[in-house]
């Protein structure tokens, strides 16, 4: 007797969705990237506020304050425009208004003229100038980027009975903050002390970007002939006052030497944010001994302070871009947030440490765009 074969389970047919559906998600899937569309809309709102402080830093606000407010929307309005067509060089302002008178006489009831596709055209022959140059400058930009990481340590030194972790964010493709870790000659098992340094050169983007670099050459070389910080700083400050453009491309730092075996921590802060030390039992120092950013003035004097770390004591150095940061409201993060944080450190790593700070301002401005770079070092003793 032959077996009965089992009946078969009926199963639900896959949908098949029609030809021009797929297509259609499919160009959608590629101009998205597969984001959300409140992932977009926050890159849009981002996008649109950083625009609006760009091109309203070339609109007279006091003028505006003095005009009716029935003026003041078109008045907004013009200098917005004027701002915006200053960017562009002379030929592209004239391509735009061309643009734009077509777009008006094809409006024009009088007129049977019709421009609408040219007047189009010329404005999508002018957005593609635009994007060519925004793309060799990007291109540039992360050759720049990639250099400029080359600066900084991508790993943290081993240090005995301690931990060191970092992070940075650009506010652009490159920064103008500094951050290192390093010893100079020679390393902790033969009895050599652990530098650390924080900086922020003035300005942003490019020329920050170049500064950072010279300082770190400069302060490596320097550094490389086991000269001690009161000896080091003031020539550091020579040399940044003889490429800082009479003062106006300074830098703000803290520099700091740590020896292992006694605990012991010498610093200066030439005109940086102050240092925060955390203690094991929760208390706050801040490390204030110092003098001016380097670069402001070439014989200026600095004054070396010293302390002492222990176990379970965090060593926290960052940028103004920490404090300064905002969130959609304008609102800044601020001292007392920082500190809050700070203070509120879990007990862990260094890097568990990092990442709550990082966590803690990550939050309070969620999607917005920041205007500075971010840039923390935390040193844990265990």
């Known amino acids: 007797m032959s077996p009965v074969a089992p009946p078969a389970i009926p199963t639900t047919p896959e949908p098949r969705w029609p030809g021009r559906f797929r297509r259609t998600r499919g160009f959608w899937q590629r101009v998205s990237e597969g984001q959300a569309l409140d992932d977009l809309w926050s890159q849009f709102t981002a996008d649109a506020r950083a625009s609006y402080g760009f091109y309203g830093k070339d609109v007279d606000w006091e003028e505006v304050e003095a005009l009716p407010h029935w003026r003041r929307p078109l008045f907004i309005a013009k200098q917005f425009f004027w701002a915006l067509m200053m960017k562009l060089s002379p030929a592209r302002r004239t391509l735009l208004l061309i643009a734009l008178a077509l777009f008006i006489l094809s409006s024009a009831r009088e007129l049977d003229a019709k421009f609408e596709w040219l007047s189009a055209l010329l404005l999508l022959l002018l957005l593609s100038l635009e994007l060519a140059d925004k793309v060799i400058m990007k291109r540039d930009l992360e050759i720049a980027r990639e250099i400029q990481t080359w600066l900084v340590p991508s790993q ?227």
């Open 156 to 382: 943290p030194p081993e240090v005995p009975g301690g931990d060191i972790a970092f992070a940075t964010r650009p506010q652009n493709s490159v920064a103008g903050d500094y951050y290192d870790a390093f010893y100079p000659t020679v390393g902790a098992a033969e009895g050599g002390k652990l530098m650390l340094v924080i900086a922020d050169v003035a300005g942003k983007s490019v020329p920050a970007a170049l500064l950072m670099a010279t300082m770190q050459a400069s302060l490596r070389t320097v550094a490389g002939e086991d000269a001690p910080l009161d000896a080091l700083v003031p020539r550091l400050n020579r040399y940044a006052s003889a490429h800082s453009l009479d003062g106006r491309r300074f830098t703000t730092a803290v520099l700091a030497q740590y020896e292992h075996s006694t605990g012991n921590l010498t610093y200066v802060n030439a005109g940086h944010n102050m240092p925060v030390l955390r203690r094991a039992n929760g208390t706050l120092e801040e490390l204030d001994k110092g003098g001016l950013p380097l670069g402001i003035e070439s014989d200026a004097v600095y004054e070396t302070g010293h302390t002492c770390l222990s176990s379970g004591d965090a060593l926290i150095l960052f940028t103004d871009g920490c404090i300064e940061a905002f969130n959609a409201a304008g609102e800044e993060f601020g001292s007392q947030r920082w500190l809050a944080a700070v203070r509120a450190l879990p007990n862990g790593t260094a890097q568990e440490s990092l990442s709550y700070l990082m966590k803690q301002v990550d939050q309070f401005v969620g999607a917005t765009r920041q205007s500075d770079d971010i840039t923390c070092m935390v040193f844990r003793c265990r």
